[in-house]
Structures are given as structure tokens and as C-alpha cells.
């Protein structure tokens, strides 16, 4: 099986840099993924780690290290529209999508 | 890019009655599907998988009786809760995937048993 921790709550205001963390652990594991959820919606994919190393993708950053199970997400120049919760989700055997606890993430002014 | 159609997007149900909920890939062939739950403030738990033409495989805990899964076409995954109780109200959320192209989120499903 899987089990991928994150923080519960994280806080900054808007402008700033925030980095969301994600430790896991599995049986199988080829990549993770990130994904931003609001509230009553389907969760919006955001990144992907295959390798080791980091990916950007506009204000976006994703962050992978096998060797430590660890990775994180990466969101500069906080909008008050990023907040949100955010799962990271691993990919494994059987091509399932396995998510993390997520974190809730507000944007203050 | 990929879209996934979740129907209904709410339903509200008397205990005891059954629903359905439907999931498609519009402009793909999802070889498989992943369906979700999600209790508020909660993760999407992963309920059961299935891949087209074959029997779902149910993650440990779901009951397949209960929460019945059909995927009788490329674009077309059913997820039916049976004798639906309150502890059943939550958010359900297909995914399909295309071999290679990553994963496609419906919109989900409010249920809320009553």
C-alpha cells in the first residue's frame, strides 16, 4: 500500500512563496503528482515528477527525491485565488492514483 | 484536452434506494477508470478500479456488493450505490485514465442520503 503525509494548514499572504511538502511511503511508486482542489470542485492537475529533480511550470514548482520519499510543491507569487487544498498523489502499481492528506492553503491580504 | 462528463452532479436519495452514477471520456478511450470518495474535509480515498470489459477490483474495505461498478465500454464507467444509507452522503469522483496521457477528473458527485 500507500500512505503519503502532507501538512494539514498552511498560511501566507499573497505575494509571497510557499512550499507545500509531501513525505510518502510504498510498495511501488513511479512518480507523484500534484493537485489543486477547491471547495465542491474535481481536483485540477498541477505537476509532475517522474525523475528526481525539479519541474516548473509558470508559478508552479514540483520537487522529487526518491531517495528521501520526499517531495514538495512549490507556489510563488501567492494570488488570493490559490487558495485551496493541495494533494500530492503518487502513481503505482496498477496504474493507480494513490493521494496524500492534503493541505489547505489560504492566501491572506 | 481530455474531458471527463460526471452525471448527476448532485442527488439527493431516500435511504434505502439505489443510485447511479455515470462517468465518460468524451474524446478519449479510458482503458481504465478510478472511482473516488471524498468525506468533507477529507483526502479522495480510492474505492475501486476498473478497466473495460472486466470485473472492477475493490480496494480493501469497499464493500463490491454495496458499490457496484460496471464498465462495459471505452467511454462509459457505472458506479451504482445500492441501499444507500446516510453514512453513504459524501462526494464521489471518477477518473479515467488514457495509457499514457496521465488522468482526467470528472466533476463529481454531491450524494447526500436522506
Known amino acids: 500500500g500507500q500512505s503519503l503525509e502532507q501538512p494539514s494548514e498552511v498560511t501566507a499572504v499573497e505575494g509571497a512563496i510557499v512550499q507545500i511538502n509531501c513525505t510518502y511511503q510504498?510498495?511501488?511508486?513511479?512518480?507523484l503528482s500534484w493537485y489543486q482542489q477547491h471547495d465542491g470542485g474535481a481536483p485540477t492537475f498541477l505537476s509532475y515528477n517522474g525523475l528526481d529533480g525539479l519541474e516548473e511550470t509558470g508559478r508552479f514548482s514540483s520537487f522529487l527525491s526518491r531517495s528521501d520519499s520526499y517531495g514538495y510543491l512549490l507556489l510563488q507569487e501567492l494570488q488570493m485565488k490559490d487558495s485551496a487544498s493541495y494533494f500530492c498523489?503518487?502513481?503505482?502499481?496498477?496504474?493507480?492514483?494513490?493521494f496524500g492528506t492534503g493541505t489547505q492553503l489560504k492566501v491572506e491580504l | 484536452g481530455a474531458v471527463v462528463s460526471q452525471h448527476p452532479s448532485r442527488v439527493i436519495c431516500k435511504s434505502g434506494t439505489s443510485v447511479k452514477i455515470e462517468c465518460r471520456s468524451l474524446?478519449?478511450?479510458?482503458?481504465?477508470m478510478f472511482w473516488y470518495r471524498q468525506f468533507p474535509k477529507q483526502s479522495l480515498m480510492l474505492m475501486a478500479t476498473s478497466n473495460e470489459g472486466s470485473k472492477a477490483t475493490y480496494e480493501q474495505g469497499v464493500e463490491k456488493d454495496k458499490f457496484l461498478i460496471n464498465h462495459a465500454s471505452l467511454t462509459l464507467s457505472t458506479l451504482t450505490v445500492t441501499s444507500a444509507h446516510p453514512e453513504d452522503s459524501s462526494f464521489y469522483i471518477c477518473?479515467?485514465?488514457?495509457?499514457?496521457?496521465?488522468?482526467?477528473f470528472g466533476s463529481g458527485t454531491r450524494l447526500t442520503v436522506v
Open positions: 498523489a503518487a502513481t503505482g502499481g496498477g496504474n493507480k492514483l494513490t
Open positions: 474524446d478519449f478511450q479510458a482503458t481504465t
Open positions: 477518473s479515467a485514465s488514457e495509457r499514457g496521457h496521465g488522468y482526467t
Open positions: 510504498t510498495s511501488g511508486f513511479y512518480g
